[in-house]
């Protein structure tokens, strides 16, 4: 059983960082892709960073150039540094994972979930 929990949520003022950690365990990573999704009061929640199964990572738009998505294979550990945060980024932000029958790509719905955790920015 895939579990995940995540941690480093907190609040900052715009233009600060912060670096989200999701500890994973009960799984492989090498056949899974993993994911950070957030959903903002009131709005659906979206996909914010993924990493497949050869490393390679994508972003939302909204959030290219200022999000870094990485894991830590010997920690087992996903993280997500945000810089240069906006009042947008507001929301509670979630790590995900889902196996996956493709080496580069992430197609489907994220089977895995963890518990979320707050990140609030300020203006």
């Known amino acids: 059983q895939v579990q995940l929990v995540e941690s480093g949520g907190g609040s900052v003022q715009a233009g600060g960082s912060l670096r989200l950690s999701c500890a994973a365990s009960g799984y492989t990573q090498s056949r899974y892709c993993l994911g950070w999704f957030r959903q903002a009061p009131g709005k659906e929640r979206e996909r914010v960073a993924r990493i497949a199964r050869d490393g390679g990572t994508s972003y939302a738009d909204s959030v290219k150039g200022r999000f870094t998505i990485s894991h830590d294979n010997a920690k087992n550990t996903l993280y997500l540094q945000m810089n240069s945060l906006k009042p947008e980024d507001t929301g509670i932000y979630y790590c995900?994972?889902?196996?996956?029958?493709?080496?580069?790509?992430?197609?489907?719905?994220?089977?895995?979930w963890g518990q979320g955790t707050q990140v609030t920015v300020s203006s």
């Open positions: 995900a994972a889902r196996e996956s029958a493709y080496y580069s790509a992430c197609p489907g719905a994220f089977a895995y």
